[in-house]
């Protein structure tokens, strides 16, 4: 006879059980968030991350790490919306929580300024999303030794940048720094290299047809690549 397992995860029974405001309850929310998101459901993901950002709130003080993660969730899927104006509030939000949290820099720092950058990026305000962009690399590289993925990813990011401004001198410059950076200490990792891989040849496909006075797609690795969405950390 089948042993029928306790619904222990369930969020509806941990609400039975916790207080609103309790931990546990947030993350069952906010893991029903990331499974609707993944499925590309995005309203449905936006309203529990809002609810696991609501239950966070209650139990955290203002500015923990927590609430940042719950912003940049809700910034994320405004970001698969298209709601660049309240994608760039969730994402300035957690970054100051983030920078006012870990005084010295942290990761997740350079992933808000990353996330910031990528809305710029999506806008058309290239230079300003460069910025970011060079931030985020700074950072990462601080707390990541050469060729970790998310340092190739800002490197990465950088060259789409400058591609779509159709600065492909520089973009060539990062997109070859980021090809390095992967191909070595993280050969192990063949879904990420790969896709830098694809998205370095995009860009020299891109270029080829811009010279040829085809119309210049811009590649945007923003959040896949970049592991950006604090989701997926």
């Known amino acids: 006879m089948a042993t029928e397992v306790p619904q222990q995860n369930h969020p509806e029974m941990k609400k039975k059980i916790y207080k609103y405001g309790h931990p546990h309850v947030a993350a069952s929310l906010n893991s029903i968030g990331d499974v609707h998101a993944g499925k590309g459901d995005h309203l449905k993901a936006l309203r529990y991350y809002i609810e696991a950002f609501k239950a966070w ?3 955290h003080k203002e500015g923990h790490p927590a609430l940042a993660t719950s ?3 809700i910034g994320s899927v405004y970001t698969d919306l298209g709601d660049h104006a309240k994608a760039m509030g969730c994402y300035m939000e957690a970054y100051k929580m983030r920078k006012k949290f870990y005084k010295d820099g942290h990761p997740d720092v350079a992933t808000s300024l990353n996330n910031i950058g990528g809305v710029y990026k999506a806008m058309g ?3 300003v999303a460069i910025g970011y962009y060079m931030k985020a690399l700074e950072m990462r590289r601080r707390f990541y030794k050469s060729g970790h993925p998310d340092v190739a990813a800002c490197l990465n990011n950088i060259s789409c940048a400058y591609t779509a401004m159709g600065e ?3 973009a ?3 997109s070859v720094e980021a090809v390095r950076g992967v191909s070595e200490p993280n050969r192990r990792n063949t879904l990420f290299a790969a ?6 040849c995009a860009f020299w496909l891109l270029f080829l047809l811009s010279k040829r006075g085809t119309l210049l797609m811009v590649c945007d690795t ?4 970049s ?7």
Do not use: D
Not at 222 to 225: H, P, Q, R, S
Not at 227 to 233: E, H, I
């Open 57 to 59: 709130r209650k139990h």
């Open 71 to 73: 912003l940049s969730n």
């Open 125 to 127: 305000t290239y230079e």
């Open 168 to 170: 492909h001198a520089k």
């Open 172 to 174: 060539q410059v990062y």
């Open 195 to 200: 896709a830098i891989l694809t998205a370095c």
């Open 222 to 225: 923003t959040g896949y690549l």
């Open 227 to 233: 592991g950006a969405r604090s989701r997926w950390r």
